[in-house]
């Protein structure tokens, strides 16, 4: 986010930590092993009792708790500044990070992982705890929807991602409670939009920082809904201020990031003093925290009094017996040195958060009935190697003119609460507009329903609602414990120690070569999930064609097609289908002419079967056909996940049946044949388990 050029630089600068060496991978990471004195260690089952619980006939529930929704009395949500999900979590277990086997693939063999900068030299993720920045070139570049302009779009330095020591406060939060590692900004575009959404559920077209906090949008927001059915809410941030900027200082005010004070609703402007939206407690403009006052909160400076003094009237939301106490649903929005805005370091704003959830545990009555949503308003142009859903052009609300507004890369959210407490990841795709989509599910069952007019269809079908990421059936309250971020030091967690959150839907694609008229077609479908339930896949070209990516969004009732032309690429293919959660399709080959049938024809046939109950793991059933006059070999190889390598020759004119396992629904494999070193196809993905 670009800000003001006459904003105190913090004392920190880049270059000022010695560079370190890159981190372990995804499920590997650190397999356990022992780590320095004095480091959280999470083993396998330390920790994880939210897994045991759930699968435990014997779990009841805490005192106090019903198992349901009723038991959610706040909802706190933080978001802070301009981080890529890969920068601070890449070497985190469990999430799809840097050892992300599923990751796109170039058509010279290399991975989105190595990306080119103008000279063509290949640069890879490192390590790196300075507080530099990046540039925001070609934010929303249709051109960056390939994914391989990285470096050349924002610097070398976007590829560096934070080290495991100095991120032992985050992945100790997420090693003990859920991260959701398919989080998307809403628009692949700078702060104030994204915020937008987050308060709004859309930015109505606008991609660039404007910084007015005018009060001139006319659209409706999230908190006056909330007003208008009766939900108490309120913001928390320091409005220390001289104007309407609000951002004159590094350790106080709200650094611009209040966007409310952007909606024409909390103007204050020619209100009485006892108008009823300024009346504390109840009024739409002082819950807002809309209104700006001259002067600074004291001290001005990075210490614990600052963070007591610019958070004081949350911690006094807190405490029993509070004049105004913490209302249902919370947004806190810190001042810009703790904000982590590059230059602003993450140490600061571990530090601010460590503040937040300290005041929240002060209050057992809170904490164990609350809610707390940590997430980012967009990457700030540093490296996430996920795709992120893309709509088709003309998707209506999704587009101004030919620019696509949504998603962008992933960005960090953890998910704090009882019922999210663990070990988990969460991965349905979700992006700023998945928190409101929350609190109206939550308003309805409060019997206080709104829904927000300005999310699009598309992204409500795309984006999840956060219920997949929430058991409210086993809460797990009490304290946590929640290391010094100033110790930075890394957290020990063992392989296994993070489990996937069950998905009641998953994708799936086949091909179908048409020998007559020399095409191939992928039928790309979703089965299972919510009423209207949609993912975006992504085509690319592998061979023969420019590398380009083609989006569709399917939904169970809506399957999609794409053909590929072989007529125009001597009768070969080569191409591969991304989507949601690792999932891949990779398929190359010749078609046949029509009518042969001398030699080898290899045909795949693949169906996913869901799991029954705890007696049978979701499973692949792969059909082989050998539709020609000659034996073919197939080579079955596990690319990851359960399997092994498997031989099976299929006859002429046979079949043969293969059942490959999956782990948690997960599954990776690559089947070849010894007749044909073209013919190649790959199933990678994830089937429901619920």
Known sequence: MVRNPNIPKPESEPGDRPETTPGATRRRFLQGAGVAA????????????????????????????????????????????????DHYFG??????????????????????????????????????????????????????????????????????????????????????????DQNFCSEFGPTDPNRKYLWSGTANSETGNTDESNYSRPWTTVAEQLQQVGIDWRLYSDNSGN??????????????????????????????????????????????????????????????????????????????GAEHPLPAVSWIVAPYGWSEHPSADTLHGERYVKKTLDILQSNPDIWNHTLFILNYDENDGKFDHVLPPWPEAGTAGEYTGDYPLGFGPRVPMLLVSPWTRGGYVASEVFDHTSTIKFLEIWAAHLGKPFRCPNISDWRRSIAGDLTSALDFAHPQPGPAALPDPRSERPVSIAADHMKARPLSFHPHA??????????????????????????????????????????????????????????????????????????????????????????????????????????????????????????????????????????????????????WPTQQGYYDVVITVNTDTAWTQRYAGRIATI
Request: contains cysteine.
């Open 38 to 85: 004095g480091t959280l260690v999470l083993g396998g089952t330390a920790g994880a009792s939210g897994a045991y619980a759930a699968s435990n006939p014997g779990y009841v529930l805490p005192k106090g708790f019903q198992g349901d929704m009723s038991d959610l009395r706040h909802v706190v949500i933080l978001m802070q500044e301009n981080r890529s999900l």
């Open 91 to 180: 070497t985190f277990p469990g999430v799809r990070g840097f050892n992300d086997k599923q990751a796109l693939r170039f058509q010279d063999g290399t991975t989105v992982f190595q990306q080119k900068d103008r000279n063509g030299n290949i640069v890879t993720p490192k390590a790196d705890d300075g507080t530099w920045g990046n540039n925001h070139e070609a934010w929303g570049d249709v051109d960056h929807r390939k994914w391989d302009l990285w470096v050349q779009h924002n610097g070398a330095s976007c590829m560096n991602y934070h080290s495991d020591a100095y991120m032992g406060f985050y992945h100790a939060i997420a090693a003990q409670y859920t991260i959701a």
């Open 243 to 320: 104007g309407r900027q609000g951002y004159i200082s590094t350790w106080v005010g709200d650094y611009g990031d209040n966007e409310l004070k952007y909606f024409k609703g909390f103007d204050p402007q020619g209100l009485s003093a006892d108008d009823p939206k300024l009346r504390p407690g109840t009024g739409l403009i002082w819950r807002g925290n809309a209104t700006y006052y001259s002067g600074k909160t004291s001290p001005n400076d990075d210490s614990d009094a600052n963070l007591d003094a610019v958070l004081k009237n949350l911690h006094d939301a807190c405490r029993p």
């Open 510 to 659: 086949t091909i179908s070569e048409d020998r007559a008229s020399g095409t191939v077609t992928a039928r790309m479908t979703l089965t299972g999930g919510p009423k209207d339930k949609a993912l975006s896949f992504q085509v690319f070209p592998d061979k023969y064609k420019a590398f380009s990516s083609t989006p569709f969004t399917v939904a169970a009732r809506k399957p999609r097609d794409y053909t590929w032309d072989a007529n125009a690429t001597d009768g070969k293919y080569a191409f591969s289908i991304y989507s949601n959660d690792g999932f891949v399709r990779s398929f190359a080959g010749q078609v046949a002419p029509a009518g042969k049938t001398d030699g080898a024809l290899p045909r795949v046939e693949v169906a996913l079967l869901r799991g029954e109950g705890i007696t049978q793991e979701a499973q692949v059933k792969l059909t082989l056909h050998n539709d020609g006059t000659e034996p073919v070999d197939y080579t079955l190889t596990a690319h990851d996940y359960l399997g092994r390598t498997r031989n099976v020759t299929v006859a002429p004119g046979r079949t043969k049946v293969v059942m």
